[in-house]
């Protein structure tokens, strides 16, 4: 019952002009370094999109252009150092359709417990660079949240999109992947990062 009542209400179509809408938002955008593990604006809860105005609208693009500039697939605001609930992606779902789109003060819904089917795959970050690690997440996720002008929005993922989904809400939260990792897996993942070059400009911890 409660699958069939998640798939009956209006979810937003993230497909349609999909290529358009991106390069428009990267093309009025400018690309801001990627903040890595260790800075504070990463590891805490953001505030809230109260305003949603030009502000908001040219921060997306500069989101949008940055992740395009990084190679990834999903983006929130706290990892370009700009502590609000704003995230952003261009990711393609196990099927391999395009899905591209923002979403503000996400929330991320319970599943019921029939739609747990725990997906392992590797998941990597781009404030971690370089480092990849096996995580099990639902292989289906659904966030709500609101748009740049603040209307409500539905969005639903399946496979490699659910994950995209999933991860960039937890960052919002204070939460990285490596916290959903065991000890062991985690200090592996930073090893990996430390040993690894970043593809994209990033912004220095202090020391």
Do not use: W
């Not at 999909?18 to 593990?37: F, Q, S, Y």
């Not at 359709?97 to 725990?118: F, K, Q, S, T, Y």
């Not at 740049?148 to 991860?167: D, E, I, N, W």
Request: hydrophobic content about 35%; proline content about 4%.
């Amino acid at each position: 019952m409660a699958e069939q009542e998640t798939d009956e209400r209006e979810f937003i179509d993230d497909t349609q002009d999909a290529d358009e809408r991106e390069r428009a938002h990267r093309e009025r955008g400018t690309v801001r370094p990627i903040t890595v593990v260790g800075n504070p604006v990463l590891h805490r809860e953001c505030a809230d999109v109260t305003e949603f105005d030009e502000g908001l609208a040219a921060l997306v693009d500069d989101m949008f252009a940055s992740q395009r500039a990084a190679s990834g697939v999903g983006l929130a605001a706290n990892q370009v150092g700009v502590d609000l609930k704003v995230f952003v992606y261009d990711c393609e779902d196990d099927e391999g359709v395009r899905h591209v789109g923002v979403v503000c003060n996400p929330v991320l819904e319970e599943l019921p417990a029939d739609r747990r089917v725990l997906d392992d795959n590797n998941e990597g970050c781009l404030s971690v660079p370089t480092a990849y690690a096996e995580l099990a997440r639902p292989d289906y996720a659904v966030v709500r949240g609101q748009d740049t002008s603040g209307k409500p929005v539905l969005v639903r993922g399946t496979g490699y999109f659910a994950r995209c989904l999933q991860h960039e809400t937890d960052h919002l939260y204070g939460r990285l992947y490596l916290d959903r990792l065991s000890k062991r897996e985690r200090k592996n993942a930073l090893k990996q990062m430390a040993e690894g070059t970043p593809r994209y400009e990033t912004v220095p911890n202090e020391s």
